[in-house]
């Protein structure tokens, strides 16, 4: 997944006001206890960062 389409899907989830403050601040324990900006900056796979978001907030499957 590029990372253009993963902040496509990620501003459709949680909304373009939202998604930023989400990315910087939320914590992930499927992402080892790191923040999506914190994962993506390690080098974390975007699909896989979009994967932990997906099973955290129980994002339906057709969004996935």
Do not use: I
Not at 9 to 21: H, I, K, L, T, W
Not at 22 to 35: I, K
Not at 44 to 51: G, L, S, T
Request: aromatic share 10%; charged share 30%.
């Amino acid at each position: 997944m590029r990372l253009t389409e993963f902040w496509a899907r990620m501003n459709s989830q949680f909304g373009a006001s939202y998604v930023e403050s989400f990315a910087r601040d939320h914590v992930l324990a499927g992402l080892g206890g790191a923040t999506v900006e914190a994962a993506l900056a390690r080098g974390d796979d975007a699909k896989a960062v979009w994967r932990a978001v997906c099973e955290e907030f129980d994002v339906p499957a057709r969004e996935r």
